[in-house]
DNA sequence: ATCATGGTATAAATCCTCTCTATGACAAAG
DNA sequence: CTTTGTCATAGAGAGGATTTATACCATGAT
C-alpha cells in the first residue's frame, strides 16, 4: 500500500533534485528520504529518478507523477488554508431560530454585542414557531433555538435560560379595572386579545385558564406584540403579554396591568440544543455567552 | 506535523459516516480509524465530524474539508493510473540518435521487429552527425545513439556493436580497374566521391590515407549512399562506401568493388549511453535487444 | 595520482507511531 | 432491561520509518 506521506518526500526531492536538501527540508535524515523513494518506486513498480553522481533527476514517469503529486498537495494545503481561515471564525455562521418576540426582546440585545465582537460571523435569523425550531435543530439546520418552555426534547438538550413574566394589559378605556382584582373567570368575560391559535404564548394561556376552569377565548388574534400592545392600548380588550415586552407602553401610560386574583405562572424559556452534535465554532462562543448570563 | 496517511481515513469515515464501516473498507480496526481521525483534528486543530450514537456526520469545517481532500486524493489516484499505463508502455518513447546511413541500413530492421512488438512505443528517431548525437544524450534528450566509433566517450557508455566495412566502388566505365590492386597512391588520383567534409565516414578516410602518406581529396561530396552509389554506377567517380550498404547494386551489377593493395581497415559502430541514467521503461528493451545480438 | 568534496546506497539498531486487543460508555431499539 | 450498534480510551505490541555509521562513486582540485 502507498503510503500518502511519500509523495510528499517525492515532491520535496523532485524539487530540490537533491535527496540531501529533499532531507533538509523535511527535517530528517537523507537515508529517510532514499528509503522512501525507493518504497514508492517498487510499489509504483517504475523508477522515479535517475541517480546521477550530483544529484537526482526525475525520469519521465517521474516527470509524469510530479504534475499530479503537486496538483494533489496544492490541492490538500488549499484546504487546510481554508480550514485555518475558518477556525479564525472567518467562514462561520451562526443559525439560530427563535420566535419573533423573542428574538426581538431576548435575542437581540445578545446579538449586537456579539456581533461587535465578532464582525465575520454571519447571524441567520430563522422566525419561527417553537416545534419547527425544534425540528430544525433535530435535522441540524440549525445551531440553536430560543423556545418557550416546556419544550419535547426528543434528541434536544435544553437549558433554561430565565423566566417571562407574563400579564394582562389594557389601556386607557379598561382603567377602571385597574382597582380590582380579577378572577380568571372575570377575565375570560372581557375582550381578549391574544396571538393566534398555535403560538405557544396563546397555547399556555389556554392550559392555565383551562386549569382554573375557565375558557380562554380571545376576540381578535394578532401576530405581534407591537400590534397587540397597540390594540390593547386603543381600548379593543385585554392583552395577554409579557411583561418585559411592553415596558415602553407601562412607563408611558399607555397600557396598564390588570391585578389577577391568582398570579400568572411565569414562563421559562429556554436554549435548545441538539444533544449530540458539537456546536460549530462560530455558534459556541454565542451560545456560551447566552448561558454564562442565565444559568 | 499532519500524516497525508490520515486524509485517506477521513475520506472513507466521511463517505461512510461509519468509522466502522471505514475500518472494514481500510482493513484496519476501528480504534485506529478513531485514532487517525482524532489526529487530524487535533492537528487542524477543529472538530471534523459530530459523534452521533449511529455514526458520524461532517460538521461544517469537515464539509470544507471533504471537497479537498477528495479532488486530491483523486488527483493522486490519476497519476497513479498515468504511472501505472506508463508501465505498459503506453506511454512510451524511444529516442535514437544516429546518422542517415545507420538509421537506414542498420537501425531499420531491427526498429521493424521492436515496433511490431511494442506498437505502442512512438520512435522518435533524430538523424544527425555522430558528435551532437552523443551531446544531445548527455543531455538526456535521447535515450541511445548509434554512432560511428571511436566516439568521444565523455559521460558516455559505449557498446560496441559490430563492424562494417568500407570498400571503394566504380560502376561500368571504370571495368578496366577491376582486375588490378590499387595502391592508395592511385586511388588518391582517380575520381573520388564521398560524403561531406565533417561525416565521420569522410573523416575516417582521410585518417586512412594521411596514414598511407597519401590525400583523400573527393572530387564529388554528397549527402547520402543512395546518392553516392547512383553516381558512382553512372561513372562519375569511386566512391568510398560501406560494403553492407550497397548489396543491391553490387548484384545488379551496376557497381562492382575494387581491390585495394591494403584492405580498408573495419569500421567499429557502437550503441552510446548515459553512463548515468538509467534507460526508460520504453528504451530498455530496444537497447538489450539490439546488445543481445552483437555485443 | 591522490585527496577532498558532494552526492547516494546500504546495514543494523533504535525508536516511535500506528495498530491491535480489550473494554467502557452511551444511545437506540427491541 | 437486554441487546445491538456506535465511538472512545487504555495499554501492550509490532513493525515500519528514522538514525547512525559507513561504503561507494564521480568529480574536480592539488
Redesign the pocket.
Known amino acids: 500500500m502507498i503510503?500518502l506521506?511519500w509523495y510528499r518526500i517525492f515532491l520535496h526531492t523532485a524539487r530540490t533534485g537533491?535527496?540531501?536538501h529533499a532531507a533538509k527540508e523535511l527535517?530528517?535524515?537523507?537515508?529517510?528520504v532514499?528509503?522512501?523513494?525507493?518504497?514508492l518506486e517498487a510499489e509504483l513498480g517504475v523508477t522515479l529518478f535517475h541517480?546521477l553522481?550530483?544529484?537526482?533527476e526525475l525520469t519521465e514517469e517521474g516527470k509524469a507523477l510530479l504534475g499530479f503529486v503537486e496538483e494533489s498537495l496544492a490541492v490538500l494545503d488549499a484546504g487546510e488554508t481554508r480550514i485555518a481561515a475558518m477556525k479564525r471564525l472567518g467562514g462561520g455562521e451562526l443559525r439560530i431560530g427563535a420566535s419573533q418576540s423573542l428574538i426581538k426582546h431576548v435575542l437581540l440585545p445578545h446579538l449586537n454585542t456579539f456581533h461587535e465582537e465578532y464582525p465575520d460571523i454571519r447571524i441567520r435569523l430563522s422566525p419561527g414557531k417553537t416545534n419547527i425550531i425544534l425540528q430544525r435543530i433535530r435535522e441540524g439546520q440549525l445551531d440553536c433555538g430560543l423556545v418557550h418552555l416546556p419544550a419535547a426534547g426528543e434528541?434536544l438538550t435544553i437549558h433554561p435560560l430565565g423566566e417571562l413574566q407574563d400579564g394582562f394589559f389594557a389601556g386607557a378605556p379598561f382603567r377602571h379595572l385597574a382597582e380590582r382584582t380579577l378572577s380568571t373567570q372575570e377575565l375570560s368575560e372581557l375582550p381578549l386579545l391574544s396571538f393566534s391559535e398555535d403560538s405557544s404564548t396563546r397555547i399556555f394561556a389556554e392550559q392555565w385558564f383551562a386549569a382554573e376552569h375557565s375558557a380562554f377565548e380571545p376576540d381578535i388574534e394578532l401576530g405581534s406584540v407591537e400590534l397587540l400592545a397597540e390594540f390593547a392600548s386603543e381600548g379593543f380588550g385585554i392583552a395577554l403579554l409579557t411583561r418585559a415586552f411592553v415596558q415602553k407602553e407601562l412607563a408611558a401610560g399607555r397600557l396598564f396591568e390588570l391585578q389577577t386574583e391568582r398570579p400568572v405562572p411565569p414562563r421559562a424559556i429556554g436554549l435548545a440544543l441538539h444533544?449530540?452534535r458539537k456546536l460549530s465554532l462560530a455558534a459556541r462562543p454565542f451560545v456560551d455567552r447566552l448561558l454564562e448570563n442565565a444559568p
Do not use: C, D, F, M
Not at 527535517?27 to 529517510?32: E, F, L, M, N
Not at 532514499?34 to 518504497?39: E, H, L, P, R
Not at 553522481?53 to 537526482?56: A, H, L, P, Q, R
Open positions: 503510503n506521506e537533491n535527496l540531501t527535517y530528517v535524515t537523507q537515508p529517510s532514499s528509503y522512501a523513494i525507493k518504497q541517480r553522481s550530483k544529484g537526482v434528541g444533544h449530540e
